[in-house]
């Protein structure tokens, strides 16, 4: 006897599909499987019977970000490169990239970069990283500020005004951004941000 109880109604299901999708390198249908698995384990009442379910589903959640991050670690999209992509936005969505993959995050982040050619005013790679990482739900302090400094490094100002919208940035981190570098577009994202108006301390930073 193991002693935990049934897993809730469609786990099971729900992780098989998501293994079926992941064998056959279909990554973004397996991060949606694995994903509804998780929180399916996630409803149930009882404390230590969620996290024994929960953690299978974790488990195969690590090996597909590792696979979509370093394809050579596990199992490659048997379809083009923005399937990979899909699957890792898919997981930012549901709050799984940035609980499990430090790593991860930071290299997205160190693929942030200005335009190769000014031309063009984007940068395929750095664009659906930006994407994944602004899809990311939750993203802490250290994180934010990491994007921040890259986004500095790389002079991407108007980046850093859709950085500051992120629905999980506090006045801290706005007054941290403003520290860091006190640009136009933030300055004008943030006077025009009621949530940001709210806050005294913000309102003084501005003026």
């Given at each position: 006897?193991?002693?935990?109880?049934?897993?809730?109604?469609g786990f099971r299901d729900a992780l098989h599909t998501g293994d079926c999708a992941y064998s056959r390198g279909?990554?973004?249908?397996?991060?949606?499987?694995?994903?509804?698995?998780?929180?399916?384990?996630?409803?149930?009442?009882?404390?230590?019977?969620?996290?024994?379910?929960t953690a299978k589903a974790a488990m195969r959640l690590d090996l597909l970000a590792a696979s979509c991050f370093?394809?050579?670690?596990?199992?490659?999209?048997?379809?083009?490169?923005?399937?990979?992509?899909?699957?890792?936005?898919?997981?930012?969505?549901?709050?799984?990239?940035?609980?499990?993959?430090?790593?991860?995050?930071?290299?997205?982040?160190?693929?942030?970069?200005?335009?190769?050619?000014?031309?063009?005013?984007?940068?395929?790679?750095?664009?659906?990283?930006?994407?994944?990482?602004?899809?990311?739900?939750?993203?802490?302090?250290?994180?934010?500020?990491?994007?921040?400094?890259?986004?500095?490094?790389?002079?991407?100002?108007?980046?850093?005004?859709?950085?500051?919208?992120?629905?999980?940035?506090?006045?801290?981190?706005?007054?941290?951004?403003?520290?860091?570098?006190?640009?136009?577009?933030?300055?004008?994202?943030?006077?025009?941000?009621?949530?940001?108006?709210?806050?005294?301390?913000?309102?003084?930073?501005?003026?």
């Amino acid at each position: 006897m193991s002693g935990f109880g049934d897993p809730p109604p469609g786990f099971r299901d729900a992780l098989h599909t998501g293994d079926c999708a992941y064998s056959r390198g279909l990554l973004a249908s397996a991060a949606a499987w694995y994903s509804q698995a998780y929180d399916l384990g996630c409803d149930l009442k009882d404390d230590r019977n969620a996290r024994h379910w929960t953690a299978k589903a974790a488990m195969r959640l690590d090996l597909l970000a590792a696979s979509c991050f370093e394809p050579r670690l596990g199992k490659s999209s048997s379809r083009d490169d923005a399937d990979r992509w899909a699957a890792l936005r898919t997981l930012a969505e549901r709050r799984h990239l940035t609980w499990y993959c430090t790593a991860g995050i930071l290299y997205l982040v160190g693929m942030l970069r200005r335009p190769s050619d000014p031309r063009t005013g984007s940068d395929e790679e750095s664009d659906l990283a930006w994407g994944v990482l602004l899809a990311c739900r939750p993203l802490v302090a250290p994180v934010f500020a990491e994007i921040d400094l890259q986004l500095i490094a790389e002079e991407m100002h108007r980046h850093r005004a859709e950085l500051a919208l992120h629905p999980a940035a506090t006045a801290d981190i706005w007054l941290a951004m403003l520290k860091r570098w006190r640009t136009p577009d933030l300055v004008h994202t943030l006077w025009e941000m009621p949530r940001a108006m709210e806050d005294v301390r913000i309102r003084a930073a501005l003026r």
